[in-house]
């Protein structure tokens, strides 16, 4: 039976957001939805081209050319001199369901940080459609930095468009695989954004579209080589270590383990030492003639 083509776009709008809130369950271990599966029945050649794989540590190739929103000429690392980390969201800006939510759960994710954009790090959507310009980034653009409400945000928000040329060599270094359906006129893939160092190598993977404010700034932390951050954030950092299957942080036992002792010996030295200090001040002002 032939399917109209807002059936089948339906369908494939359905099977994208099943794979965007399970992507990092096979994304990683390079298999794919099966036979059986609805995104397996909808559409097989389009979605068996659609994930992430993550590529811990890959260096970015920072000499693809975009234009950013005002329509200037830029280089990838233009975006790397700062010495912050920087967030990369994969999206393209005429996306009808996903990519907004994306954009959505990152901004509501940051708007509880304490830390900001063009500070602490640096906010870079780029669009995988080669269609489509800079005006349409601005527009973007001006309605994520009205959510966002900090000062300063603008220099921190960077909304990029470019050529298949450079667009589809960075999305291949972040390993972010979509695929582009004629008969419903959508690009198919996977959510996710990606935390990159400094020094243009990707730290971290942010999967779905709702992300941990507190994963991400560990993340933000770590990636800047602890150069952001209190004391208390280097303790959490020490108890917690960043999975790359699940995306988020996790209980580093052994750490926790080793801060736990190390805290009840200095507890109980404290402890020691207070006593014996009150034992010797309650001698020294005993009455005289008294043992």
């Given at each position: 039976m032939k399917l109209s083509t807002t059936t089948r776009r339906m369908m494939l709008t359905a099977a994208m957001l099943l794979a965007a809130g399970s992507c990092?369950?096979?994304?990683?271990?390079?298999?794919?939805?099966?036979?059986?599966?609805?995104?397996?029945?909808?559409?097989?050649?389009?979605?068996?081209?659609?994930?992430?794989?993550?590529?811990?540590?890959?260096?970015?190739?920072?000499?693809?050319?975009?234009?950013?929103?005002?329509?200037?000429?830029?280089?990838?690392?233009?975006?790397?001199?700062?010495?912050?980390?920087?967030?990369?969201?994969?999206?393209?800006?005429?996306?009808?369901?996903?990519?907004?939510?994306v954009l959505n759960g990152m901004v509501s994710s940051l708007n509880v940080l304490k830390f900001n954009a063009g500070t602490e790090f640096d906010v870079l959507a780029v669009s995988f459609d080669p269609r489509e310009t800079p005006e349409l980034a601005a527009e973007k653009r001006r309605t994520y930095l009205d959510r966002y409400k900090r000062p300063g945000a603008e220099k921190g928000f960077h909304f990029l468009t470019g050529d298949d040329a450079n667009i589809k060599p960075l999305m291949k270094a972040i390993g972010f695989r979509y695929a582009w359906d004629e008969q419903t006129s959508q690009f198919a893939h996977a959510s996710t954004l990606v935390l990159i160092t400094p020094e243009g190598k990707v730290a971290q993977y942010y999967y779905g579209i709702e992300y941990s404010p507190k994963d991400m700034r560990l993340g933000i932390i770590e990636a800047s080589q602890e150069k952001v951050g209190n004391v208390v954030d280097q303790i959490i950092l020490y108890c917690f270590h960043y999975d790359p299957t699940?995306?988020?942080?996790?209980?580093?036992?052994?750490?926790?383990?080793?801060?736990?002792?190390?805290?009840?010996?200095?507890?109980?030295?404290?402890?020691?030492?207070?006593?014996?200090?009150?034992?010797?001040?309650?001698?020294m002002n005993m009455p005289a003639g008294r043992a």
């Open positions: 990092f369950g096979f994304q990683l271990s390079g298999s794919r939805p099966g036979s059986g599966d609805l995104a397996g029945n909808v559409q097989v050649n389009i979605l068996n081209q659609v994930g992430i794989d993550a590529k811990m540590g890959a260096p970015l190739p920072l000499d693809l050319k975009f234009k950013d929103e005002t329509g200037k000429a830029v280089i990838l690392s233009d975006y790397f001199h700062s010495g912050r980390p920087v967030l990369i969201a994969p999206v393209y800006y005429n996306c009808t369901m996903l990519c907004n939510q699940t995306g988020k942080y996790g209980t580093a036992t052994m750490n926790a383990m080793r801060l736990g002792g190390v805290l009840t010996v200095v507890l109980l030295v404290g402890f020691i030492a207070v006593s014996l200090r009150k034992e010797k001040t309650g001698v």
